[in-house]
């Protein structure tokens, strides 16, 4: 079962952004405070706490890396799911069961639109122009149930290209590891 609010999912997209902005601040704060710690200080432990420092800032700046690509992930499925409606409730189970339920309403008005043509209306008698109209109110349900079915059938596809989309870009996300910043003096 798909549930898709758009209006929550762009709340979660903008937190994200913020905190991915307050992020790479606070990083760039950090790497730089500690790096300017090392220049007065010039022995053997910071050299060996300047390349801890390296490692940390490049392992942080991974994390941003993985940060913006999940983010990128919500802003697809956002930017694909804003098209379909602002609240989205699914079920792609049950897709043929609906298909084949519109089919079999549009295989009954066809029934219903032959019984009318087999009616003799070789003469003209007072009830001709009801049984008229009545054949031209099925024959409007069912030009309008073919187009559900067609708008039925292109959002179901876009739904599960949406949701093929966003699986494989999922599956290309790397697991997010942080590691303790670990440095002793000895």
Known sequence: ???????????????????ISEYEEVQLNLFNQLKESTINWQDEFSRQFESKIYLDKKETYILLCQLKDKNEVYNYAYN????????ISCNLNNKNTIITTIDNCILQANSIINQFNAIDNSFYYWEYQTIEDCKNKVINVKNKLRNVLSNI???????????????AKIKELEEIKIHDFDFTLS
Do not use: A, T, W
């Open 80 to 87: 694909q799911y804003k098209e379909i409606g602002k609240k």
């Open 153 to 167: 059938r292109n959002i179901y596809q876009k739904i599960e290209n949406i949701e093929i989309e966003v699986n």
């Open 1 to 19: 079962m798909i549930e898709i609010n758009i209006m929550d999912l762009k709340k979660e997209i903008d937190e994200m952004n913020k905190y």
